[in-house]
């Protein structure tokens, strides 16, 4: 009886749910002036993710997690501004505490030169 409580326990702890919202051909945060970059040539970096997470206690939100700043912590992972080929992802988790997160997926350029 303890190996089937342990086992139904650990099931409970390891749910959540994960649900596809979209996917975007371009996205960017930034003032990208896209007349003047070629893409193909800037500087890319393949399957960067950015998240941006919020923690749930009792039914009660921390916050509500932001695309915005799911798409900041990608930018700052690969150095660029701008995210071609992306998808964006809700995921979360709950039993008495959770989180919610908000992730995007995909390739980020970098458009601009870094200033010296």
Not at 1 to 14: D, P
Not at 43 to 57: H, I, L, R, S, W
Not at 86 to 96: C, G, I, Q
């Amino acid at each position: 009886m303890k190996g089937i409580s342990a086992v139904l326990c650990a099931f409970l702890l390891l749910t959540g749910c994960s649900t596809h919202l979209t996917d975007l051909s371009v996205i960017s945060n930034k003032n990208v002036a896209l007349g003047s970059v070629d893409i193909d040539r800037s500087t890319q970096v393949k399957n960067v993710v950015g998240e941006d997470t919020k923690f749930v206690f009792l039914f009660i939100p921390f916050g509500q997690p932001q695309l915005k700043e799911a798409l900041n912590n990608a930018f700052k992972k690969a150095d660029g501004d701008l995210m071609i080929d992306a998808s964006v992802y809700r995921r979360s988790w709950w039993f008495l505490v959770g989180q919610e997160t908000i992730a995007i997926e995909g390739t980020v350029v970098k458009t601009r030169e870094r200033q010296p």
